[in-house]
């Protein structure tokens, strides 16, 4: 019972992410506004980790298994693919590489900001 009440929790912050979406006018996907929702949620207290962590697990543990669908259908459509393969390929190594630089530079920012605040 208590992974229906937290998976119900995670359905209803989904839902209101979609509400969402409808209403306001930027190209944001629905799951964004759910994932900040809860972000904020969390923050706020008003949803306790308690109540949503168990089942939070258990939707990361078979998240490899959502991705099957999508690599089927990356197999079904070689022949369109073929063609722009090269493109793709160099459009996603580069944006991994930016990813990463600036992940690796905002994470050492906050961590030098938090030392010099630990020191003062």
Same mark, same amino acid.
């Given at each position: ?8 929790? %995670?359905? !209803?912050?989904?839902? $209101? ?11 944001? +996907?629905? =799951? /964004? ?34 991705? %099957?669908? !999508?690599?089927?259908? $990356? ?11 090269? +493109?793709? =390929? /160099? ?30």
């Amino acid at each position: 019972m208590k992974y229906i009440k937290q998976f119900l929790i %995670i359905l !209803a912050i989904s839902f $209101l992410g979609e509400i969402l979406k409808i209403c306001l006018p930027f190209p944001i +996907p629905a =799951s /964004i506004y759910g994932m900040v929702l809860l972000f904020i949620g969390l923050l706020s207290g008003v949803v306790k980790l308690k109540d949503v962590k168990e089942t939070g697990v258990f939707l990361i543990e078979i998240m490899p298994v959502m991705f %099957i669908p !999508a690599g089927v259908g $990356l197999m079904t459509s070689w022949s369109n693919l073929r063609a722009i393969l090269l +493109p793709v =390929s /160099i459009i996603t190594v580069v944006t991994i590489i930016t990813v990463m630089l600036a992940t690796g530079w905002v994470s050492q920012i906050i961590i030098r900001k938090a030392g010099k605040k630990k020191d003062e």
